[in-house]
């Protein structure tokens, strides 16, 4: 289970990655097949309430970017 920005409670498949750079932080979660999103500018906002992905998935290119890598790098790690 995750928790939400809302500190809602919700199902996520695992594993689950995140990312931190400075005061930006991105969240996956695997989910429904697919992947969930979730990126926070801790800066204007420490508690994690308000996801920024859903209106700006750009601003976390290059967050998502290094997760996806790092999946991919243990993936490659995994099969030899």
């Not at 995750?2 to 498949?13: C, K, M, Q, R, S």
């Not at 999103?37 to 920024?52: C, I, Q, T, V, W």
């Amino acid at each position: 289970l995750g928790i939400g920005a809302n500190y809602e409670v919700f199902p996520v498949t695992p594993p689950g990655f995140l990312v931190q750079s400075g005061l930006r932080k991105l969240a996956r979660y695997r989910k429904d097949g697919g992947f969930e999103y979730r990126y926070f500018d801790l800066a204007s906002d420490p508690g994690e309430l308000r996801d920024l992905y859903p209106s700006d998935p750009g601003a976390a290119a290059d967050l998502r970017a290094l997760v996806d890598d790092y999946e991919n790098f243990c993936a490659r790690a995994v099969d030899g």
